[in-house]
């Protein structure tokens, strides 16, 4: 019924730039909070950023100053930013999004597949 779908990953020099891209479609009714998780190998996923749908925005503190996580409402589209670009941000990294739909009003939690992003030193 939903799929969100993620672009924009890739492979890029440390000090580099990229933008990643998840658009959400199907039998949307709303979208609540939408957020960027990662997963490097060995570690758990984590919280990148997060942005509620009135758009106040969190991230963790290893990428403020350098990632911007932003919204295009009318696209159902949310944007992950990422600047100065480290090798430890090397992961893949998943979006996320709490949609309710038209068969069930109850917001749930709703995945990309994920897409790599690797930075090389």
């Known amino acids: 019924q939903v799929q969100l779908v993620e672009s924009g990953g890739g492979l890029v020099q440390a000090g580099g730039s990229l933008r990643l891209s998840c658009a959400a479609s199907?039998?949307?009714?709303?979208?609540?909070?939408m957020a960027w998780y990662r997963q490097a190998p060995g570690n758990q996923r984590e919280l990148v950023a997060k942005?509620?749908?009135?758009?106040?925005?969190n991230y963790v503190d290893s990428v403020k100053g350098r990632f911007t996580i932003s919204r295009d409402n009318a696209k159902n589209t949310v944007y992950l930013q990422m600047n100065s670009l480290k090798p430890e941000d090397t992961a893949v990294y998943y979006c996320?999004?709490?949609?309710?739909?038209?068969?069930?009003?109850?917001?749930?939690?709703?995945w990309g597949q994920g897409t790599q992003v690797t930075v090389s030193s």
């Open positions: 199907g039998s949307i009714f709303s979208i609540n909070a």
């Open positions: 996320n999004a709490e949609i309710s739909t038209y068969n069930d009003l109850r917001r749930n939690a709703y």
């Open positions: 942005i509620t749908s009135g758009g106040n925005t």
